[in-house]
């Protein structure tokens, strides 16, 4: 299991945490990864680019001259996209670009993504940002402290209002909560910063999920007594009476006509 080092804002050692190996410890897939960023960007794109085609253009619809016998070309109309001002033929149109990913390969991005930030020794655990005030300068400050000058990624809770306010103004740092942290993001900034509650909330979300406990056989011999107790005695099963087959197919005896001999002529 990776181990990382705690700090507080004054780049102190306050402690050690060992981080989930499922989560924080997965190998690298580029494949994987490069899928969730094409997806995350397709999702990303607004899609209304458009072009005027000939029924959208303006001018008139009729015939400007007949088809023959006046030496120039045959026209339809002005719309055409042969002519200056007509309408485009093969432009772009409003469209969805968006595509569905499975949950399970975006969340194995993000452990392969979180993984190779921590080999890469760009993570930094802090115990929490704990501002007085929001204030960009002290912001600043602290993150000088912990030896972060460029690119900046902080996950943290958004009830920390003094962390988000005092960071708008700096371009280079964004603050995301567990929640809302992408495979873009993590790519995009160059260092990492987690806090201790983030990391647990990264751990749940990411982590294999627990299976439920099967119930112990003793719990459910008394659920049966239970349940007998309230529905009161069992009654008993009807049975169907046996019926065989010859009796349903016997007929009804008949006695037979005596044939009548033809008379004599």
Do not use: C
């Amino acid at each position: 299991m990776p181990t990382v080092k705690v700090r507080n804002l004054k780049n102190e050692e306050v402690g050690e945490v060992e981080l989930s190996d499922a989560v924080f410890g997965a190998p690298l897939n580029e494949g994987l990864i490069h899928a969730a960023v094409r997806n995350f960007m397709a999702n990303a794109r607004q899609g209304t680019s458009a072009t005027k085609t000939r029924g959208d253009v303006s001018g008139s619809g009729r015939k400007l001259w007949k088809q023959k016998g006046t030496g120039r070309a045959r026209i339809a109309s002005l719309r055409s996209p042969l002519w200056k001002g007509g309408g485009n033929v093969h432009g772009p149109q409003p469209r969805d670009w968006s595509y569905n990913m499975p949950k399970k390969m975006r969340q194995g991005a993000l452990r392969s993504a979180l993984s190779e930030r921590v080999r890469e020794g760009k993570v930094t655990l802090v115990d929490g940002w704990s501002l007085d005030k929001p204030k960009t300068k002290e912001f600043v400050a602290s993150l000088k402290n912990l030896g972060h000058e460029g690119k900046t990624l902080i996950v943290d809770s958004f009830d920390n209002e003094n962390l988000i306010l005092s960071t708008r103004n700096v371009q280079s740092t964004k603050v995301v909560n567990s929640f809302a942290l992408n495979i873009y993001d993590l790519l995009y900034h160059e260092q990492l910063i987690i806090s201790e509650a983030a990391a647990k909330e990264l751990e749940q979300l990411l982590g294999p999920k627990k299976e439920a406990a099967a119930p112990d056989e003793p719990a459910q011999e008394e659920t049966a007594e239970a349940s007998a107790v309230t529905s009161g005695p069992a009654k008993p099963k009807r049975t169907r009476k046996a019926v065989t087959k010859t009796a349903k197919t016997a007929k009804p005896a008949t006695t037979a006509k005596p044939r009548r001999k033809k008379e004599a002529a």
